[in-house]
C-alpha cells in the first residue's frame, strides 16, 4: 500500500542515472507551472531513506523550477527490494 506525501526534493535518492529527454522535461516544466504536479513521482522509502525510480523527468522538472518539495507515492520496503531495484 502507497501513500501519498509531499517529500522534501533533497531527501529522495536517486541511485540510477537516467538521461532525461529535455525537451520532455521542457514541456513538463511549462504544464506544472501552469496546474502543478499531476502524478506524483515513486519513491520507495527504506529504512527511513527514500529512493526514487520512476517519474525521472517530473523530478527533474521540479528541481529545475526551485521547487522544494515534490509529491510522491511512498511505498515502504526493505532493503532486499531495494537491491532488486538496483540490480
Known sequence: ???IRELPIEQIHRPLPRQNDPAK???LMESIQMVGL?????????EGQY???SG????E??????????RCR???ATPQVLRMHLA
Not at 525521472?56 to 523530478?59: A, D, F, G, L
Request: hydrophobic letters at 35%; glycine letters at 6%; a positive charge.
Open 25 to 27: 522535461v521542457r514541456v
Open 1 to 3: 500500500m502507497a501513500d
Open 74 to 76: 511512498v511505498r515502504r
Open 61 to 70: 522538472a521540479c528541481t529545475r523550477l526551485g521547487h522544494p518539495t515534490i
Open 38 to 46: 499531476q502524478e506524483p513521482i515513486d519513491v520507495l522509502e527504506v
Open 56 to 59: 525521472c523527468h517530473r523530478y
Open 51 to 53: 529512493y526514487g525510480f
